[in-house]
Each structure stands twice: as C-alpha cells, then as structure tokens.
C-alpha cells in the first residue's frame, strides 16, 4: 500500500494560518503568524475561495519536509478541487530540484517524487491583478551577508522597499531572533518592517528515530525558498507589494556533486537557484497573482563580489548572522567557516571578523573537516549554503598574502594550488539574472564597478603590493 501524506485541515483566523497533516497515523502542524496582516480582511477583498488556494500552496510546501519519510502521495484532503495540472507540475519540479540532496544522503536513487492526488475536477481560478496598486518592492531579510548586501544595493539604487524577517521554532523562541534582525535592519533603511513567526512541530520532533529509521530514511529536507514565496504572498496582499527580491547568488546555481549512480547534479541550493526563481515566479504570476514579481537582485554576483560590496558598509557587517545552529554563530559549522573565512580575507579590517567570531577558526581542529571540504578536499563541498571551492581557495590565497594565516591555516594552504582570481568571479552575469529592467539599468553600474575594484584589489595583495 501507498503511503499517503494528507493535509487535514487549513484554518485561518486574523494573523494565524493553522495547517494540519497526517501521515501514518502521526500528527503534524504548523502555525503562521502575520502580525500586521488580517487574513479575514484578504478574505473580504479578494474573496475567500481565492485565499483558500493561496493557503494551499503554503500548506503543500510546507508539507514537504515531511517527504522525507518517504511519502509516496499527498492528498490535499478537503483541499483536492485544488490539486490542478499546473499545482502538481510545479510540485514535482521543485521536489525533485531540492530533494536530489536527500536521495544522495539517503541513498535513494530511484526514489521518486510523491505524487498529488488528482480530483475528478480540480478548480480552474484566473489569477489576480491589482493593477498599478501593487508597485512596491518587498525584500525578504534572514540577517546574514546577503541581506545586508542586497538592502544596500537597492537603498544605493533609490528603489524604497519594506523588509520581511521570520522567526522559526527551529530556532528557539522568536524575540532573540527578531533582536538580531532588527539589529541590522537599524543599519539600513526599510521604509516598513514585516515580521512572520513560523511555529513547527515536525522539524524539532524524534521523527527520524520514531517514524524514518523504520521507513529508511535517515535525513529531513525541506524548501525553504519555495515555502517563503508563498507563505509571504499574504503580506504582499496586504500591504500592496508587487515585487518579492530575495538575496540569493550566483553560488546557487552551482551543485555540490555529481552523483554517479543517477547522473544528476546534487544542489544544496537548487531551491535559491536561478531555475528555481524562474519556475516559481511565472507560476505565481500565472496562477495567482498576476502581477506580483520573484527575483534575486544578487544573482548576478559571485561571493567574491559580494564581500567587496559588503566592504562598503564594513561597519554594519557586525550586525548580519548567519548561522542554522546557533545564532549568531556556533564557529563549529561548515557555514560559519566559510562566511568567517571570506570575510577575514576579503574585509579591510582584520579586527571586524576577530570581534565577530572570538578566534582563528582555521586554528580550531573541530573545523578541520569543513574547511577541507570547502577547498574540495572531501567527497563534496558542505550541504550548506557557501561558495565555491575557487572562492574559498582564494580566501585562502589572500589571507596568505595578507599574513593571517596560522599554522593550520599555512598548512592547508600549502596543500593545495594557489588560486589565482577567476574571471568569472568578479564579472558579474547580468544577462543570466532577472533583475527587472528598471532595476537592472540602475543597479548593473554599481555591480561592474564592484568587479573592477575587486579584480584591482585581489591583483595587488596576491601580488604583495599594499598600494
């Protein structure tokens, strides 16, 4: 027998979205709180059958870590007059996308996508538009690098946008997280802050040693990009915003394998990828909201040029986090040494990451292991979100030349070639981004110079030059 994943229940009452699944016999659930949003108000403007399939997607894609038992169909419950062609198609696509590193870890290669139950007669709902009072820019903000990148880019490009920062159970109570992120967000200049509390019972539960062992499954996936597209779209109902601008970039377009037994390209990142943006902003545009725009403004940039950018504004860098364990910063992750090691070689100011992190994490051995799985010494490069090993050997190539490397960091230096800057690195790929045309005219000055200036800098310190 098939094993089914039902959504039981979507309810909504002012600021709360309650969704409710089964599987197996085991309950799940997960609550969405949108304090400057009334979803009973969305339900009066545009309908309430409307809302309910909004709903539905963030409720599939939430859904979707809970794959990782190994369902073998969802079935949308009272929901299924939902469960169009075009719904399953694009669940499909991006599971298969983002769950390529849970067949790898579990070693599933001919595991395949659970299937959506079809109805005798799904609804066939034309999208909406709001016409021209949907012009706003809406950035979505998770405190690291890249958010405080991409909100100085667009503040530099005169392009006034409000900022949507989440808080998850995952990650302990939500005040120390909106503390953070308010942190840095004083650093820029949002003209409104949004705020979303995501409350999970799955991702913290014993699911894998009660449910997945038995199953033979060994590790949680979950998409996280495509469930924030949808999960947000309510706030872009609410307060008029016609475009969603994440911080993703050019790294996520890029696998960290090549699995042998399948063939396939394994992406920690496929869901921030630019395949991904696109699969998901023309079906928003064409199934729900017609004019509501996905985009990365990072997309063009390598990291090598993210962190000249971020040399702009080195003194709000102390503000961003980015760790998935412990925030700000465990210092005993693969994340956390890579974001410490590109900005300790790429900052003016070696005392910036030392107040940071505390300590040399090339010198701590605990880290061994990440640092050479970065430089690609290891099977594959950390299923985390960090650059590629060309980046972080040329980290470490410059925090060679600058004098701070210690004598772990000297000895994996000296075990491998030093890299020289690629090209690629510091040109930014605007023809393979999609940046608006009123955005990208504004915005593509500021990458090229970035590129010259980093192409500049790099050439002189590998060259010992100080000048």
Not at 430 to 435: G, K, S
Not at 437 to 444: L, R, V
């Amino acid at each position: 027998m098939s094993s089914v994943l039902e959504i039981e229940r979507i309810a909504w009452k002012k600021s709360q979205l309650t969704l409710r699944y089964r599987f197996e016999g085991y309950s799940f659930s997960t609550s969405y709180w949108y304090p400057d949003v009334d979803l009973d108000a969305l339900d009066t403007a545009y309908g309430r059958a409307f809302m309910e399939r909004v709903h539905v997607h963030t409720a599939l894609f939430e859904a979707a870590k809970i794959t990782s038992l190994r369902a073998d169909e969802i079935d949308l419950g009272p929901y299924s007059a939902h469960a169009t062609d075009a719904l399953s198609t694009l669940f499909a696509a991006i599971h298969r996308g983002v769950w390529a590193q849970w067949r790898y870890e579990n070693d599933l290669p001919d595991e395949r996508s659970p299937a959506l139950r079809r109805p005798l007669r799904a609804e066939d709902l034309s999208p909406r538009d709001r016409g021209s009072n949907a012009l706003a820019s809406l950035a979505f903000c998770g405190g690291g690098k890249d958010s405080l990148v991409a909100m100085k880019v667009l503040e530099r490009a005169g392009v006034s946008f409000g900022t949507l920062g989440y808080a998850s159970s995952v990650y302990g109570p939500s005040a120390p997280q909106f503390e953070l992120l308010d942190g840095l967000l004083d650093r820029c200049a949002p003209v409104r802050r949004h705020r979303q509390v995501v409350i999970d019972d799955f991702s913290e539960a014993p699911v894998i040693e009660c449910v997945g062992a038995s199953r033979g499954a060994r590790s949680i996936t979950a998409c996280e990009t495509p469930s924030s597209v949808f999960a947000a779209i309510p706030v872009a109902l609410a307060h008029g915003y016609g475009e969603m601008i994440f911080g993703n970039e050019a790294s996520a377009n890029r696998g960290n394998l090549r699995w042998p037994r399948t063939g396939e390209e394994v992406n920690h990142q496929w869901g921030k990828s630019v395949e991904a943006e696109a699969i998901l902003d023309e079906y928003v545009r064409r199934e729900l909201v017609s004019d509501l725009r996905v985009f990365s403004v990072l997309m063009p940039l390598h990291d090598v040029l993210i962190f000249e950018l971020l040399r702009r504004d080195e003194d709000s860098v102390p503000f961003t986090h980015s760790c998935n364990l412990r925030k700000p910063w465990c210092r005993r992750c693969a994340k956390c040494a890579y974001v410490w090691l590109g900005m300790r070689a790429h900052l003016e100011r070696p005392a910036t990451t030392d107040a940071m992190f505390g300590e040399d994490l090339l010198e701590v051995p605990e880290n061994t292991q990440h640092f050479r799985a970065l430089a690609g010494l290891e099977a594959h490069t950390p299923f985390e979100c960090v650059g590629r090993i060309e980046e972080t050997r040329l980290a470490l190539a410059l925090l060679d030349a600058r004098g701070l490397l210690g004598p772990r960091g000297k000895e994996l230096a000296s075990s491998i070639a030093r890299q020289p800057l690629l090209e690629e690195l510091v040109t930014p790929a605007l023809d393979r981004a999609r940046i608006p045309a009123n955005h990208a005219a504004k915005i593509a000055p500021m990458y090229q110079e970035a590129g010259a200036s980093a192409r500049a800098r790099i050439a002189r310190t590998l060259s010992g030059s100080r000048a």
